[in-house]
């Protein structure tokens, strides 16, 4: 059928009218500079003098350039955020200020940090001026680099620095952002520098919350990960099992620790082990110093089969314990690798770090690796971190953590002495903990995987109400305060401690 000239004209008309209309609403909504999401979504007042309302941008940059009350910022929190490790629900405590070993609340009143918010702010929240120089400095210069193809001026001084400190030939460092991912990236190396699989690490450690950091790890927090990650990953017992002993000496807990470790190592087929990985000092799972002696047993039984041996000293590294790293309470030992974060720079940037001996370091010059990310070697965290380093040097931390330690200890003893409720305690340098019994038998008051026991949870209550926040896990109270503490205010933290523990003296069964 053919179409009159009439219609065709009306047809031409109608179409270019839709394309005149579409065109102006794109020229509305689509001018330079300008995207439908800043459009103002309506006009209103009078047909003579109408009133344009704020775009959607302008609204949300008026919200976010205001002032906000602490209410406000806490139902924000509540209603789009989730806290790491708790139930969806939990608020937390709302943080307003810092300075030194002390931390304010939503109330207003001050706290004194006894953990390092979780072992991590070495330096305590006073940040010292040469780090915000220096990373203030470094977004200034270079704020970001690919780490794939790009090396710079901080990376290079970074490395040089952690290799002018660190003992034997661990000289060569990647800079991941998180201790996790380090530890991820460790095991990955050793596979491919071995040519083996298995991965041997303790019942009671913690190596991160990724996926095969958390398949590595030993206490309960694994079961998130389990199913997740590829097989091939043993645990052994420590030298500390939580429910019963290897001896009644350290003598006799080291060479009973190693002799089952060399056991399981064989079962397992020395020929199959890539790594051996160990917190240096256990961390959260007790604050567990190695038995002497055990460390050099472990470079030894590595040694002898060809394993790697992995230091994971996310916690411990950089002062915690009174030396540089764990491993350095014995002098002989040098881990092939060695993992770090937190302690680093202080927890002020994510900035996280692999160390390596120069064989392996070889190794890798020559063969390819799959290690890295994004962020990997972020410049201004690597600046963040070069800063901290010499302050730590500088300002001696890891000296005060070592004459401080003495003085843990002493508090320590006081404490066992006072209470009954207190089963044991330990420290190294200002690493410590302590254990809370329920009855004189010994029995511990609640298991590392259960929510608090009510009177851990007054205690607890009672202790923050005095002015002093420390984690507790199960039977366990920490005490991990900043490494720039004085033993002024060490031990004014161990007097709230020591008053606030009635409260469990009072709750034991036998009492």
Sequence with gaps: ???????????????????????????????????????????????????????????????HGRDWTVTEEIDAHKSHGLMSWTQAGAPGIHITKAEGVYFWDAKGDRKMDFNSMAMCTHHGHTI?????????????????????????????????????????????????????????????LARRFTGRNKIMTRHR????????????????????????????????????????????TEEEVCAASLAALAEAVAYEGPHNVAA????????????????????????????????????????????????LFGFSHAQSVIPDLVTFAKGVNGAVLPLAGIGMRQHIA????ENTYMVGSTYHSHPVAMASGYAALQVMLRDG??????????????????????????????????????????????????????????????????????????????HTVFTNPPLVITEEELRAGFDLIDQALQILDDRMDDA
């Excluded at 070889?362 to 010059?365: C, I, L, W």
């Design 205 to 248: 450690s913690y190596h991160g919350g990724t996926t095969a950091a958390l398949t590595a790890t030993g206490d309960f927090r694994k079961w998130a990960g389990e199913g997740l990650a590829s097989g091939d990953f043993v645990k052994f017992w420590d030298p500390y099992p939580y429910s019963f002993s290897l001896g009644e």
């Design 1 to 63: 059928m053919r179409l009159s000239r009439v219609c065709m004209r009306a047809l031409r008309t109608a179409s270019q009218s839709h394309r005149a209309m579409s065109s102006r609403r794109a020229n509305e909504l689509y001018q330079p500079g300008i995207t439908p999401f800043m459009i103002p979504t309506r006009k209103e007042g009078s047909a003579d003098h109408p009133t344009e309302q704020p775009s959607v941008v302008e609204r949300v940059l008026a919200e």
């Design 397 to 474: 931390l890891v000296e005060n953590a070592a004459r401080l330690g003495p003085v843990m200890e002493e508090c320590m003893n006081v404490l066992l002495e006072r209470h009954p409720s207190v089963k044991q305690a330990r420290n190294r340098g200002l690493f410590g903990a302590f254990d809370v019994q329920r009855n004189r038998q010994g029995t511990f008051i609640g298991a590392v995987d259960a929510p608090l026991d009510p009177a851990m949870v007054e205690f607890k209550n009672v202790l923050y109400d005095s002015g002093l926040f420390t984690m507790m896990r199960g």
């Design 128 to 188: 010292d001026p040469t780090i915000i120089d220096a990373i203030t400095n470094q977004i200034k210069t270079v704020p970001y680099a690919y780490p794939g193809m790009f090396s710079s001026s901080i990376r290079s001084r970074l490395q040089k620095l952690l290799a002018d400190i660190c003992p034997g030939d661990l000289n060569t460092f990647m800079f991941p952002s998180s201790g996790a991912e380090a530890n991820e990236g460790a095991l990955r």
């Design 362 to 365: 070889d190794f890798f010059r």
């Design 276 to 323: 051996i990985m160990i917190e240096s000092i256990t961390g959260t799972n007790g604050v567990l110093p190695p038995p002497a002696g055990y460390l050099e047993g472990l470079r030894a039984l590595c040694d002898q089969h060809g394993i790697l041996l992995i230091c994971d000293e996310v916690m411990a590294g950089f002062g915690r314990s009174g030396k």
